[in-house]
């Protein structure tokens, strides 16, 4: 499927025509058997899946309909580190699901490498057989650069070895995040502070100077820490929003024409000195580079960081595991800002016309069998196992409305509405969310079921709501400078200077400096390793697209 100017009305129309009836692909129907494969899912933090993964009533209905039962593991360290030794060790899973989110990210250069190494199996044949699979590979849903220039990477020899992930059936199902800045409720209160107000990266520093220095204590009448994040520092950058330009891609079109790399910039260096600040400034919390969403969780939901940077809807989830969202709505966190760009303009959520990166499942050549992995996932993602594997055991957990549409049965909607979990854990443990929650492409869940999560139309997180609209999605079209990257004659060769995730090496050092000026020495030495690395053969990718960019009056960046 070319973009052309298909655009959204083509991929609507593809997605009512396929999806719509809810059919599985035939190769998926009328299977027996017992086959049962081991999925990790690499993603520091672990992973939640009921106690038993075999037995569970959704995993047993699986089985009975297409012969197949997966069962999940997950990890406690970094991912990168976790995929290296995987691939070391020879001691792999049927498949893995892991981020992929093209470029120089480390993850995408392991995954790369093993798959060029042979320690991938392809998958293109199998697409052909499950053509609700192949349609994970839609533009629209991935965009056309990223099919291009990371799903057929040149060093794959024309095979295809990944299945993209958590991608939008439509543009009206594309995911808002809800990225961006939190602070607890009573902090600005207690300070006098509209947190609204706060639109720069100077005044959020201000802001949580005073917060430091003020002396609140969590919900256990513990000592505080200013700011943290989640997993191995997801996502500290957003307190350094307000740095960024309004753009899609990591190039800078100098007012000469020209073209750069974000890295190679002042602006880089300062962003990331004012990282260094509020680690130098004993704001932000120095564990939160290596811990785990575990520690997160218990940081956040006890309302010990006074803010956190991350996606909202995951610090909901922890103040609602420990019951502090219910027990102390006082301390609830709310929006800071939003931030605005650099410019003035307010922050979006900025799409392409199709997702350049995506979470992907694989399948190590230790696979055991390849045809009934597919089959899981074809039925996963159609309309009848999506609604299985979301919503469980239509009369125990949910019931139809009069639209042909799942909504919870009351004991669990009524706890839901109350921001009590443990009815999560309990359709978790019948098999509800944690199958799909890792194996879902193409989403259409407004369309089929009339609402975009499970008991969100009757019970959805106000504030979450409210805030999408503050921070909305907005999609920039056009043809990017980082489309034409793989078409440099070197380009191999000039993306191994970044592998290793060097540059978070560097940064994270430079955060850890005694002082500024070494942090900016820090931050300068990386800039110098980019230009001068290999004889200098980033700077003679930069002259190729700078080429692309004085030649083509299409291209945005």
């Known amino acids: 499927m070319k973009r052309v100017l298909l655009g959204i009305a083509a991929v609507v129309i593809i997605a009512a025509s396929a999806y719509g009836s809810g059919q599985r692909s035939a190769a998926a129907t009328g299977s027996t058997g017992d086959v049962r494969l081991r999925m990790l899912i690499c993603w520091n933090g672990g992973y939640k899946v009921p106690k038993d993964q075999y037995n569970n009533a959704v995993a047993k209905t699986i089985r009975e309909k297409i012969?197949?039962?997966?069962?999940?593991?997950?990890?406690?360290?970094?991912?990168?580190?976790?995929?290296?030794?995987?691939?070391?060790?020879?001691?792999m899973p049927d498949m893995v699901n892991a981020p992929f989110w093209g470029g120089t990210g480390g993850e995408t250069g392991v995954i790369k490498k093993a798959a060029a190494e042979g320690m991938l199996l392809p998958i293109e044949d199998m697409l052909e057989k499950y053509p609700n699979v192949k349609r994970s590979y839609d533009i629209g849903g991935i965009s056309q650069k990223m099919l291009d220039t990371e799903l057929k990477d040149p060093s794959f020899n024309g095979h295809l070895y990944l299945i993209p992930q958590e991608t939008a059936g439509n543009i009206d199902h594309i995911t808002n995040w809800t990225y961006g800045v939190?602070?607890?409720?009573?902090?600005?209160?207690?300070?006098?502070?509209?947190?609204?107000?706060?639109?720069?990266?100077?005044?959020?520093?201000?802001?949580?100077?005073?917060?430091?220095?003020?002396?609140?204590?969590?919900?256990?009448?513990?000592?505080?820490?200013?700011?943290?994040?989640?997993?191995?520092?997801?996502?500290?950058?957003?307190?350094?929003?307000?740095?960024?330009?309004?753009?899609?891609t990591g190039y800078i079109k100098n007012t000469d024409g020209t073209v750069t790399s974000n890295t190679l910039t002042d602006t880089w260096i300062n962003r990331n000195l004012f990282i260094w600040r509020l680690v130098n400034q004993n704001i932000l919390d120095k564990e939160s580079f290596k811990h785990n969403d575990s520690a997160a969780d218990t940081k956040v939901g006890n309302g010990t960081a006074l803010f956190f940077a991350a996606q909202y809807g995951v610090g909901i989830n922890s103040t609602k595991l420990t019951g502090l969202y219910t027990s102390h709505p006082e301390m609830r966190y709310i929006p800071v800002g939003p931030l605005t760009y650099a410019d003035g303009q307010p922050l979006t959520q900025i799409e392409p016309m199709g997702r350049d990166g995506t979470p992907v499942i694989f399948f190590p050549k230790t696979c055991k069998n390849l045809d009934a992995a597919f089959r899981?996932?074809?039925?996963?993602?159609?309309?009848?196992g999506k609604m299985l594997t979301a919503y469980g055991i239509q009369g125990q957990t949910y019931n139809l409305n009069a639209q042909g549409q799942p909504r919870l049965i009351a004991s669990y909607l009524d706890r839901k509405q109350k921001g009590d979990s443990s009815w999560e854990d309990e359709l978790r443990e019948i098999g509800g969310f944690y199958i799909k929650d890792r194996l879902w492409y193409r989403n259409l869940d407004k369309d089929w079921f009339g609402e975009d999560g499970v008991g969100n139309a009757d019970a959805a997180v106000q504030e979450l709501e409210d805030y999408k609209k503050l921070r909305p999605v907005e999609q920039i079209p056009g043809?990017?400078?980082?489309?034409?990257?793989?078409?440099?004659?070197?380009?191999?060769?000039?993306?191994?200077?970044?592998?290793?995730?060097?540059?978070?090496?560097?940064?994270?050092?430079?955060?850890?400096?005694?002082?500024?000026?070494?942090?900016?020495?820090?931050?300068?030495?990386?800039?110098?390793?980019?230009?001068?690395?290999?004889?200098?053969?980033?700077?003679?990718?930069l002259d190729y697209l700078t080429g692309i960019a004085k030649t083509r009056s299409d291209v945005i960046f």
């Open 67 to 91: 012969g197949v039962t997966v069962e999940f593991e997950g990890i406690m360290m970094n991912e990168m580190e976790k995929l290296n030794l995987m691939f070391a060790s020879g001691d």
């Open 182 to 248: 939190f602070v607890r409720g009573d902090v600005p209160k207690a300070l006098g502070i509209n947190e609204r107000n706060i639109k720069t990266s100077q005044q959020l520093y201000d802001f949580m100077a005073k917060a430091r220095d003020y002396g609140f204590k969590d919900v256990n009448g513990n000592p505080t820490i200013v700011a943290t994040t989640y997993h191995d520092g997801w996502d500290y950058g957003r307190y350094a929003e307000n740095f960024d330009l309004k753009k899609r």
């Open 376 to 384: 899981y996932i074809d039925f996963v993602n159609t309309k009848e």
């Open 479 to 541: 043809i990017t400078i980082s489309s034409f990257e793989t078409q440099f004659p070197n380009w191999q060769e000039s993306q191994r200077i970044f592998e290793g995730d060097i540059e978070k090496s560097y940064r994270e050092r430079a955060y850890f400096a005694a002082t500024e000026a070494e942090a900016r020495k820090i931050l300068q030495d990386y800039q110098t390793y980019v230009k001068t690395a290999s004889n200098g053969i980033y700077l003679k990718f």
